[in-house]
């Protein structure tokens, strides 16, 4: 027992230093344990927000349940949607417009071309052409982006600005110009 005691006493400052550096790196390792078990509160409280249990089992299968059911409603969406997209392709997507002046003895560019086109270049061509005793209205189909039926050189030009989906540019007197629609 005499050995112990001295060798303590011999020692003691090397116990002292080694106790203390084995507290602080206690004290570190305590903290971070902290840190991280604070982390995880809070995690936690996060998703048992909203929930009366506290089986976590419980709500990961809630969970579950909602993720399977929002996939079914985008599949319903995604469906609405591919059908819309369908009609949408019959619906008049591109418009051409040519005014211009039929007769020499009527002015102000009363007669006017206009092709009205779906997605696929399928529609109508309306002219209307303004004399001073008269004014003539008729429609040609348009097919694939051309018509059966001979075309003028204005109607022509319509077409092929609903085609370029161009509504900006209006044929007046035979020279472009640019002005607005609408």
């Not at 004290?27 to 971070?32: D, E, F, M, Q, T």
């Not at 599949?75 to 392709?89: A, C, G, H």
């Not at 007046?172 to 609408?182: L, M, P, W």
């Amino acid at each position: 027992m005499e050995f112990v005691l001295r060798t303590i006493q011999t020692y003691s400052s090397i116990f002292i230093l080694g106790s203390l550096s084995i507290n602080v790196i206690l004290i570190v390792l305590l903290a971070v344990n902290y840190s991280v078990t604070s982390s995880l509160k809070d995690k936690y409280k996060r998703l048992m927000k909203g929930t009366s249990g506290k089986n976590i089992e419980d709500v990961l299968m809630q969970h579950i349940d909602k993720v399977q059911e929002v996939q079914e409603e985008f599949k319903d969406i995604y469906t609405k949607i591919d059908v819309l997209d369908n009609r949408m392709s019959f619906c008049i997507q591109n418009v051409g417009i040519v005014r211009y002046n039929a007769f020499e003895d009527v002015g102000s560019d009363l007669s006017y071309s206009v092709a009205i086109l779906d997605e696929n270049n399928n529609g109508i061509l309306l002219t209307g052409i303004h004399g001073r005793n008269e004014t003539v209205s008729y429609a040609k189909p348009i097919k694939n982006g051309s018509s059966n039926y001979n075309l003028s050189v204005e109607e022509m030009q319509a077409l092929e600005r609903a085609k370029s989906n161009d509504l900006d540019k209006i044929q007046v007197k035979g020279i472009r110009s640019q002005k607005n629609v609408g």
